[in-house]
């Protein structure tokens, strides 16, 4: 090992993502600790044994040699066949052309891995929801106590004033009574809420769970936010229980910050699809409204092992890592967001 490739090994152990370096005939020169787990092997020389075989079931020569210098990164998610199982491994390639360097950086990703940066992405997209959440709630709120003010003077009005009309008046309190419970109903839904959306994605153990609870608490959530923009909400759910094994709060909010992100980039009088179908094996969730073709560039850019510095990206990115942390695939279809997850049979 060269003095410059034992310094960019002793860099590359601290990355929060696996590094691989290939030579220009695509020989693995050097991995780090994540890169090999990323791969299925403990440690390097394992991985440099058996690496050769790899590309070649893998086609990599094929996929790495169109190439051109400095170009955009290849991001794929290839499937392995080890001995012990199959799993899947998400890259991003870069390659390193320039005078006295013809390599590839191959960033290296897991994506069934239970990881700590994975998390911290988590948490940052529910952030940036909340923060959009929470001026729509804000307003919400606002609007129910000054219609809950003014119904009050009214109310006071009509029992204090003195009135020829009876049977007006007490049309008029029974009136201005039942705005009164229905701004109430209107805060109670928005307390109801606000416990389950500021919690924070929990890493607890996936159990069964049947996804037409989740949309069905992904659009009681949005609808305030979604009237605040005059869009309509649509939810088409099977009768029979849609049931797989996932953590079912992560992806509960990996579905919202997908809503989230289609409602605000939809215009006035949209409709937001929320559309829940079932087949022998597998199960698709597909959510889209008339403008959510916007998408398809933000869930290309959101293939790598890193988010993407788009804006917009981070809510796809993140929203990836838990479908495909919990066996799914998340991609643009059916004129919107597809997102497939394995059905499992109580």
């Known amino acids: 090992m060269t003095a410059s490739l034992f310094e960019f090994g002793a860099l590359a152990e601290h990355f929060a993502v696996g590094v691989l370096l290939l030579d220009g005939t695509l020989a693995l020169q050097f991995a ?24 070649k079931r893998l086609a990599l020569a094929e996929q790495f040699s169109g190439l051109p210098k400095n170009a955009a990164p290849l991001q794929e998610k290839l499937r392995l066949r080890l001995a012990t199982k199959n799993r899947h491994v998400r890259v991003e390639v870069y390659p390193l052309q320039h005078d006295g360097c013809d390599c590839y950086l191959v960033l290296s990703k897991d994506p069934g891995a239970n990881d700590p940066v994975d998390e911290i992405w988590m948490l940052a997209s529910q952030v940036q929801a ?163 073709r916007f998408l398809r560039e933000l869930i290309a850019v959101s293939e790598g092992v890193l988010p993407a510095p788009v804006n917009g990206a981070l809510p796809i990115f993140a929203a990836r890592l838990v479908v495909e942390a919990q066996g799914g695939e998340l991609d643009f279809s059916d004129g919107g967001v597809s997102i497939t997850l394995p059905r499992v049979f109580s």
């Open 130 to 292: 909340l923060s959009t959440l929470a001026s729509t709630i804000a307003h919400d709120l606002g609007s129910a106590v000054n219609n809950m003010q003014l119904s009050l003077r009214l109310f006071e009005a009509a029992i204090k004033a003195p009135s020829r009309d009876p049977e007006r008046t007490q049309a008029a309190i029974v009136r201005y009574a039942r705005v009164l419970r229905e701004e109430f109903d209107q805060i109670a839904d928005l307390a109801r809420a606000l416990p389950q959306l500021i919690k924070a994605p929990q890493a607890s153990a996936s159990a069964s769970t049947d996804v037409r609870e989740l949309l069905v608490n992904v659009e009681r959530w949005v609808k305030h936010h979604a009237a605040a923009k005059q869009v309509r909400r649509e939810l088409r759910l099977p009768k029979v229980p849609a049931l797989a094994v996932v953590n079912a709060q992560k992806l509960e909010f990996a579905l919202f910050n997908l809503v989230l992100a289609l409602v605000d980039n939809a215009p006035s009088g949209d409709v937001l699809s929320l559309i829940l179908s079932l087949e022998r094996k597998v199960f698709t969730v597909t959510l889209r409204t008339q403008q959510s």
């Open 32 to 55: 780090n600790r994540k890169g090999c787990e990323a791969w299925g092997y403990s440690e390097s020389a394992a991985l440099t044994r058996d690496w050769e075989s790899i590309t």
